[in-house]
């Protein structure tokens, strides 16, 4: 866990650096083209190398790091909020509430994640290479509630019994007051945990839809972009996609130990499940 959390402090370091001054860590404009300086591989002028327009990959490294250190906090933010506002809700209050939520879930959770997730980007696909950015994050934070409303509905079924709970209906406090005050501080760790495992999950689900043209484009600089396009250019120039592919899997492999640190914690009956 400890090493996940040093991990993330480097890459979000280096993401805050990039956002505020990222001529502090780089002299390079991310979209300087030097046709010169095309295909060059690693050196002491350009750390990552360049790619085929003369673009130091280093700086575009740079550059891209504080929007994907931010995509997974908005697609899983946005699932935790529904899913556990919803997840709580079915669980304490029952019924046909539950019985709606239960039945909407399970119509998510008849098709594979990503495959709804590309079909929803494709649908709502812009011509702007921001309204791609934007519309391959809207598909993923679509898909990426279901599993929280089952995970709070499971945790809400054990935890609405409770005596604390019964006692704060005894002494006259309504639902929802019981629900904010009295369930979920209880099981929004727990949901935290499994959280933090998925982010490093959503980003690379993110880097995917590089494949299918749906995520960002050029020339905004985004990992997974990167990998895509140095793809073409293997097995020449490998310093393409190598060094963008090291990053993200820095970024998922923090997220991983963090998350598992997390739930290991939070709920010992899954220690070492993985």
Request: aromatic share 12%; hydrophobic share 50%; glycine share 10%.
């Amino acid at each position: 866990m400890l090493t996940g959390i040093a991990l993330l402090v480097v890459l979000y370091a280096g993401a805050l650096i990039a956002y505020v001054d990222p001529h502090l860590i780089t002299r390079y404009n991310p979209d300087a083209l030097d046709f010169a300086q095309a295909n060059s591989p690693p050196s002491l002028s350009h750390l990552f190398g360049t790619d085929i327009e003369g673009r130091d990959v280093f700086t575009r490294v740079v550059y891209a790091l504080p929007l994907d250190s931010l995509i997974p906090f908005a697609i899983v933010g946005f699932g935790v909020a529904v899913g556990l506002s919803l997840g709580t809700v079915a669980g304490y209050l029952g019924g046909a509430v539950e019985e709606i939520v239960l039945r909407v879930t399970d119509m998510f959770f008849a098709f594979p994640s990503i495959v709804l997730a590309l079909a929803i980007a494709s649908i709502l696909g812009a011509t702007s290479h921001g309204g791609r950015l934007y519309y391959s994050m809207v598909a993923l934070m679509i898909v990426s509630w279901p599993f929280y409303t089952r995970l709070a509905r499971a945790q809400v079924l054990v935890l609405r019994n409770a005596p604390y709970v019964k006692v704060a209906e005894a002494a006259g406090y309504g639902r929802f007051s019981v629900i904010r005050r009295h369930i979920v501080p209880h099981i929004l760790p727990l949901v935290t945990a499994y959280a933090s495992l998925d982010m490093g999950t959503t980003l690379l689900t993110y880097s995917v839809f590089a494949f299918f043209g749906l995520g960002a484009q050029p020339p905004t600089p985004e990992l997974g972009r990167m990998v895509y396009d140095g793809l073409n250019a293997l097995p020449g120039n490998w310093w393409w996609s190598l060094f963008p592919g090291i990053v993200l899997t820095l970024f998922a492999l923090g997220f991983s130990l963090v998350g598992e640190g997390l739930r290991d914690i939070l709920d010992p009956r899954l220690r070492g499940a993985a």
